[in-house]
């Protein structure tokens, strides 16, 4: 199978889900204290709207990025790939969930927490498709060694280490924790940056 | 990365926002005086999926139109194009509030004024692109210069004109808002002629 | 543009509006009766799915055949293209409002009604996509001449006969109207064999 | 037809229904024992995400391993086609009805064999595309004969073998038909190892 189709279909679930996102965002019916103190009131689901469409627009530029690397696609690989992706999709529930329980004193702690367990499951995906890359050297583009797979492995490590800080720290505070994966969302715009100083010919800027 | 994928991913966007506003429009349940009078009674409903649905179009011509003119997308581009996703992905929301509280004695001014700053929101996202792209010519297509940019930046400014009048208009009367809604996205149609006429060599019709 | 963009971003409306239809199957809360009974009951809903998923396949078919014959997109065609758009992606509300009121006694025939309404308009727009084809020969493919879209006109002008007919059975009877549809599907997919026998060169069988 | 616009649709409907599938994953409302207590609760919700989002990511891989064969597309096809759509498109209302039913005392085994018979009928399509298409190897591509058809067609068949036995164990046990998917669908993985192995050339691995 060529990385064409396999990237459209990858393309095809990232723009759903990342669009189903907004329907976490209800319409408040019959508030008491008018509807402007309630549109103020559900921020909470605003900021993780803009969180997790931040979180998956990155998933999905890495994901470009890691599959122009990319030759040809084997059985494996495609079910790395469909593992990454059944965490993708499944973004808007713990989206919904934070948004949900983010202020509560209940559930609170439990819904960042798994918030936080979903990314680290995503970022787990991402190493084990580098893990199987950086082995499978024949699979990769000919201008790509197994020396620079991995350094891709190496950076995209990064998250297994990161978020299970976050999922200690959603025991601390869930807004904070919220707060800590725009910035790690941040983080990644800005790693990008440095990947394509340094790596990518044809973009000098 | 080549426009056609930032593209792709854009379209597929486009399309779900625009395919999920019928998700709004929900069957009435036991109907106190007929179903024939309870689906004329959301009118509101239907009103705002036609203005939501034209303005979605509107973008994605405008957002092709714009992206036929770039020759590569950097990383700043990039991330412009997510914030302006963000905003579209996001109008389903506006669209079922303005519908639910059009005709509500309380929070009609309310809902008109979030359903305007959503579309001042992307309108500022499409400045924001044309202003970038005046700034680095070199992202161009060989045969768009500088000066059609500034020309296109200008004309894109016209939304950050006129979106805070509607804002303010949102107070007076929130069914007037969504005409003039609809009124813009047909001027933007026409405005798209006047474009086409003047500029593109291929469609001298 | 290309007519490639435009049947990419349709075919995006087309599979999410026939996808979208399952919504409206809705798992039964603690039926009295027994889950498999009350599975059975819901058999309008089954119905409805399958007759509209049925409807929007051929219209996706019929679409694609159309614009093969399409050279370039001008802006009224664009427009057009997205006036059925917008009916396309209505599609799953009528279908959920004639599964609800099927069997109702009160609201069956309006629902119904409200069904062949937005048939009609579809075929509206297919027929008013030919008329302006017709009128702007030099659109269509070389080997198409102004002839074979007036054929094309008077064949897609068919269902602005057969549509009305069906809103006045749908004050007759709500299930003979739904089953009139799905007959009317059949036959588009007959009607669609033999102009394919006639004109196509590459298909002879 | 070519099979490109064919495949493109098809993918666009497998991966909006491979999406859609999250939706039936809520959010906890009040849970009286606390929000941890009711996600771990909530575990058949999440054993259906995983076993559907397998199987649909499965019958997309088969789907285009059987479209590499084609060469092109005629009208029964495309209907067949159609029919396999309409299948996978609805795949999330038994989803639904699983994980609502699956513990429950009354309606599980009818869940599950809601469940089985979905699958009957995705591998009953998948014997008719083959079945078509061995009797007309004309629409295949070149290096496909019709004796590879014909084992084609005899390997899926062994989904109509089977089914029907998931159908028969969902009024034994509905976890147990649960896993026993689950395994088909991992059985489904390596099946399609062992096919390449033998016979694509250029996957040698």
Redesign the interface.
Known sequence: ?PTS?L???S?????????????D?R?PKD?PD???RA?VDQWPNYAA??VS??II?II??NH?ATFQNVR?V??PL??VN?AL??VV??I??PT??LA??LL?S??AH??AA?YSAVMLAMSICFVALWAYLARRPELLDGSVGASVARERLRRSSLGIVVYPFTIALAFVSAPLTLAVHFGIALFY?FE??SL?ADGSP??P?
């Open positions: 199978m189709r990237e459209a279909f393309d095809g679930v990232f723009a759903i889900a990342i669009t189903l996102l907004v329907l965002i319409v508030p008018g509807l402007a549109l709207y803009v469409f931040l627009g999905w530029v470009h040809r084997d059985r495609l079910f469909l992706l059944l999709a499944a808007p529930f919904a969930l949900e329980y509560s209940d559930g439990v819904a798994v715009v990008r940056v394509e044809n973009q800027g």
